[in-house]
């Protein structure tokens, strides 16, 4: 048996332990101490009894109380839903403006749009609207389709050339180049006065050329003065904000070969309500009309 | 130098019950004034009512946490303002150093919870079962219908004062008179039967059951509160210059000189609520509640020797005292004048703060994505988010300006101006949108204020913000 040291002191055990001069005495554990342990190890052992707990080959144990976390989360939920139900019930009945009006109404739709707006549409369009290159930017003030609330509920319910949707959005621009519309002297002219437009550095006698050329191709589109035309999705030439890249090797690629961009329908994959509620998110990310 | 010893204690031990007995004197009657005050405030407090007009508690001492204010007489906590009870924790923490730095353990010996309780319910243990002797001698004895009245009767008391401590407590956190009514007819909530059943079960348990052994094995306090001890500090003492060898009243040494002034009679540990042998010196488990001084100071009279064998005071004037020196107080030592002026200074910050404290506050956060856009006409546009906090109970209207660029427009989402209602006692949050020239900007961001003025009252409030931009 090993031997116990005592303390003089107090007369109690040491544990043989010591720090820097300074021992640790072996008092003893008061009983009550070591009941709460117990008490902690039935209490553990009672749950796994209560509660599901122990796995088995095949899944594991229920416990007798049949609680499980999954039936919790789905009374949560409907919970949640009924708890929303007096503003879903009302965006449901009522058109988009009405809901921009209702200062209740729109503080909700903001915040549940936001959520379907992340959800669904920032893996193209980015958080907050803030677009990439192909996608628009939505937190600006150019609209290619319309930037008031009835333009932008109308391109969310039936999206941009998608093929199943007869309401779709339709444009189509020529391949002024690739089918030899324009020949290749005109698609330089053209994409100088193009530049010319925005405010760019173009050659002027190339661009008094293409002038010429627009007015007889483009114009029926984009407009006389190249401002756009948002009935037939034709994006304004004017000003400083391009969804492809704004630069002179762009536009003539655009020109000779467009590339369209493509938007799904949301009518049929969200609810009536969630595309009122995305359609006034996206309103209020900084370019609505 | 060890001894050797071959016989290992037991790894645990039985609780020794303490049975304190009964004592007369100044100590005793100051822990009886304390708790007299203490319970008394605690019971009262909540029932005492403060009109802040319709529709808001009227309760004067009120934490509403699903309200998520606190009330504090005239005063109203909101949440972002949690630092006034952070202010208030560290001066309980200081004015404990302080204290403890004076006199020693009177904050565990005369007004911790833990033992005002207990004392409370030792004074009923003593009521129904009998002081020390009878107590020993009951739970002695064999199971009786005597017995088991007592017992019953006791711990039937206990849990009663139980459930009005428990009670109490969840009242500070509902409306008393409500929560009584609710309670009483079986209408309060889950929630508030089960806190009050486990403040009630605490109770019971800690005042009741654990007693001493809180304080021995529970509590952080006893086992750094040393550190704010120094030779000057007041503590419970035994003179033991004085006071050995001890020994009967009559006898003498063995060489025939007389013996100290300690007779031995064990009082001074009978009535202890510890169990401590304070002639032992300091240590932990002494709670400096001063009773053993009563009882030795009794039995000093009895045997005409002088009082205050056990006594308050320093370990300095001991050794002074066993010196044949003079003995001296004092109160005013670098630590003490430490503590004061950190306690004077956090008042005086709590009190400046709360006194010229606004009800009304702005705040602004710009989004993180985007950062910024490009307009079409080439300016740069900013999104904000603004939260308006008005703190008082009138609605008011807000004008929104924004200052710090050239041309800066402001836009606020779904209002026609920038004019904002929020209601009143409430935060309101609205999306506000800034545009300005590319060329107005500075550089990367250019420092913004946002400034909000009350329509009525013309009461102002100002955040500082950024706005952001392309690199020049």
């Known amino acids: 048996m090993a031997e116990v040291e005592r303390d003089l002191a107090t007369g109690v055990q040491t544990t043989g332990h010591e720090w820097d001069g300074i021992k640790e005495l072996n008092n003893p554990l008061p009983r009550w101490w070591l009941l709460v342990f117990y008490a902690c190890v039935i209490y553990g052992l009672a749950y796994t009894v209560f509660y599901p707990a122990w796995p088995s080959l095949s899944g594991y144990t229920k416990g007798v109380l049949g609680y499980n976390s999954h039936a919790d989360y789905y009374t949560e939920v409907a919970g949640a839903a009924e708890a929303k139900k007096q503003f879903t019930d009302r965006i449901a009945a009522i058109g988009v403006a009405e809901i921009a009006q209702d200062p209740q109404l729109l503080e909700f739709s903001l915040a549940g749009g936001q959520a379907v707006f992340n959800e669904n549409c920032a893996q193209c369009h980015g958080v907050g609207g803030q677009g990439q290159r192909f996608y628009p930017v939505l937190a600006d003030d150019n609209w290619i389709w319309g930037g008031k609330l009835a333009d932008i509920e109308q391109t969310v319910r039936h999206g941009i050339r998608h093929q199943d949707d007869p309401d779709t959005r339709q444009a189509q621009m020529l391949r002024f180049g690739a089918d030899e519309i324009l020949d290749k002297a005109q698609v330089t002219d053209v994409t100088e006065y193009v530049v010319g437009l925005s405010g760019g550095d173009a050659d002027a006698v190339a661009a008094e050329r293409g002038a010429k050329v627009f007015a007889e191709n483009c114009a029926a589109c984009h407009g006389a003065g190249g401002a756009g035309n948002q009935e037939l999705g034709a994006p304004s030439l004017v000003n400083k904000i391009w969804q492809f890249t704004g630069d002179r090797a762009s536009f003539a690629a655009q020109i000779n070969s467009p590339r369209h961009g493509v938007m799904p329908a949301w009518q049929g994959r969200l609810s009536d309500d969630l595309i009122k509620m995305v359609t006034v998110y996206v309103h209020s990310l900084g370019g609505g009309q | ?472």
């Open chain 2, 1 to 472: 130098m060890t001894i050797q010893d071959a016989q290992p204690k037991s790894l645990f031990a039985a609780q020794e019950k303490i049975y304190p007995q009964r004592v007369f004197g100044k100590f005793r009657l100051i822990k009886w004034l304390a708790l007299g005050i203490l319970l008394g405030l605690y019971y009262i407090m909540p029932w005492l009512r403060w009109d802040r007009g319709h529709g808001v508690p009227d309760q004067a001492l009120l934490v509403d946490l699903t309200g998520r204010r606190a009330y504090f007489f005239w005063i109203e906590i909101w949440p972002q303002e949690v630092y006034y009870f952070a202010g208030i924790l560290m001066l309980g923490a200081f004015g404990l150093f302080f204290a403890t730095a004076l006199l020693g353990r009177v904050w565990c010996g005369f007004t911790c919870p833990q033992t005002v309780w207990t004392d409370l319910f030792l004074f009923v243990e003593r009521w129904i079962e009998g002081d020390r002797n009878k107590r020993m001698k009951l739970d002695k004895e064999p199971m009786s219908f005597r017995k088991a009245g007592q017992k019953v009767a006791k711990h039937g008391v206990w849990l009663l004062i139980a459930l009005l401590t428990g009670g109490a407590w969840a009242m500070y956190f509902n409306d008393a008179p409500t929560l009584v009514r609710d309670f009483l007819t079986g209408q309060a909530s889950t929630t508030q039967y089960g806190f009050i059943a486990l403040f009630t079960g605490t109770t019971y348990l800690l005042a009741g059951w654990a007693r001493e052994q809180v304080c021995i094995y529970m509590c952080p306090w006893p086992r750094f509160q040393a550190a704010m001890f120094d030779e000057r500090t007041l503590l419970v003492t035994y003179e033991e210059w004085r006071g050995e060898p001890r020994g009967k009243v009559k006898a003498l040494a063995a060489d025939g000189t007389k013996l100290g002034d300690c007779i031995d009679c064990g009082l001074c540990y009978h009535v202890c609520p510890t169990g401590v042998d304070i002639r032992l010196g300091q240590q932990l488990a002494c709670i400096g509640c001063g009773l053993c001084i009563d009882a030795c100071n009794g039995i000093m009279e009895k045997v005409g020797r002088p009082a205050n064998l056990i006594t308050y005071d320093s370990l300095y004037n001991q050794a002074q005292r066993a010196d044949g020196l003079p003995a001296k107080h004092r109160f005013v030592r670098p630590r003490t004048i430490f503590y004061a002026i950190v306690i004077m200074l956090i008042s005086a910050a709590m009190v400046v703060s709360l006194g010229w404290r606004s009800r009304l506050d702005v705040s602004l956060q710009a989004d993180r994505s985007p950062i910024f856009v490009r307009l079409s006409n080439g300016d740069i546009q900013n999104g904000y988010s603004i939260k308006i906090l008005n703190m008082v109970r009138e609605n008011a209207q807000y004008d929104i300006k924004v200052t710090g660029i050239d041309q800066l427009k402001l836009k606020v989402i779904g209002q026609p101006a920038a004019l904002v209602t929020v209601p009143g006692d409430s935060v309101g949050t609205f999306r506000i949108l800034l545009h300005a020239p590319a060329a107005s900007l500075g550089d990367e961001s250019t420092p913004i204020t946002v400034t909000i003025e009350d329509q009525t009252t013309h009461e102002t409030s100002s955040h500082d913000a950024v706005f952001r931009g392309p690199a020049n």
